[in-house]
């Protein structure tokens, strides 16, 4: 019973709110309904209401600017998708810091290239050589690279595809730690014969 008149008393304020959380003018056939009706209306409008809260909880978040229920949505799940990279950068480096001795390699997509950046704590015999093979057998020019091969490996590269050539950054990628893999363990296993 209390839920109906204070539906009543809203509609008869002049105000009425429909299922879109626009606020209409109350008219003579918003007033006319049974007792059921605005027990359901009444519950509708608490759904709403709550609905509404959680989207401007969502909205303040996502630090999303959007006014409308779609808009906020689509910015939440740009930003659940930055968490998610995000995460996946702090879970790689964890497992780099747990395993200190792993190599570490990042292709960056340029215009017309890539930007190559690769890292080892420690510096293999013919590492520079074996990158720059995959450098070659994947038809990547190298434009410009700074390296450094005394106690640690550092390279940083530019390379520019060639005229045929289309190559997603992750295969660069892959190919780049094959080589250093097979590098690591050639070297390995030469030092093990040397000290036999």
Same mark, same amino acid.
């Given at each position: 019973?209390?839920?109906?008149?204070?539906?009543? !008393?809203?509609?008869?304020?002049?105000?009425?709110?429909?299922?879109? =959380?626009?606020?209409?003018?109350?008219?003579?056939?918003?007033?006319?309904?049974?007792?059921?009706?605005?027990?359901?209306?009444?519950?509708?409008?608490?759904?709403?209401? !709550?609905?509404?809260? /959680?989207?401007?909880?969502?909205?303040?978040?996502?630090? @999303?600017?959007?006014?409308?229920?779609?808009?906020?949505?689509?910015?939440? @799940? /740009?930003?659940?998708?930055?968490?998610?990279?995000?995460?996946?950068?702090?879970?790689?480096?964890? !497992?780099? !810091?747990?395993?200190?001795?792993?190599?570490?390699?990042?292709? =960056?997509?340029?215009?017309?290239?890539?930007?190559?950046?690769?890292?080892?704590? /420690? +510096?293999?015999?013919? %590492?520079?050589? +074996?990158?720059?093979?995959?450098?070659?057998?994947?038809?990547?020019?190298?434009?410009?690279? @700074?390296? @450094?091969?005394?106690?640690?490996?550092? %390279?940083?590269?530019?390379?520019?595809?060639?005229?045929?050539?289309?190559?997603?950054?992750?295969?660069?990628?892959?190919?780049?730690?094959?080589?250093?893999?097979?590098?690591?363990?050639? +070297?390995?296993?030469?030092?093990?014969?040397?000290?036999?």
């Amino acid at each position: 019973m209390m839920a109906t008149t204070e539906l009543r !008393a809203t509609a008869a304020a002049g105000t009425w709110t429909n299922s879109d =959380d626009d606020i209409l003018p109350a008219t003579a056939n918003h007033n006319r309904f049974s007792e059921g009706e605005g027990e359901k209306k009444m519950v509708s409008r608490e759904q709403r209401a !709550a609905l509404h809260e /959680k989207l401007h909880l969502l909205r303040s978040v996502t630090h @999303s600017r959007a006014l409308n229920k779609k808009s906020i949505i689509a910015d939440a @799940s /740009k930003y659940i998708e930055g968490l998610k990279q995000k995460v996946e950068l702090l879970n790689r480096e964890i !497992a780099y !810091a747990r395993n200190p001795l792993t190599p570490r390699v990042t292709v =960056d997509t340029l215009e017309k290239g890539f930007l190559i950046k690769v890292f080892s704590p /420690k +510096s293999f015999p013919g %590492l520079l050589v +074996s990158v720059l093979e995959v450098f070659e057998e994947l038809g990547l020019n190298v434009l410009e690279a @700074s390296v @450094s091969c005394t106690e640690t490996f550092r %390279l940083e590269a530019v390379g520019e595809e060639g005229v045929m050539e289309t190559l997603d950054a992750e295969v660069v990628k892959q190919a780049i730690k094959e080589a250093i893999e097979d590098n690591t363990e050639n +070297s390995s296993e030469t030092s093990e014969q040397e000290e036999v």
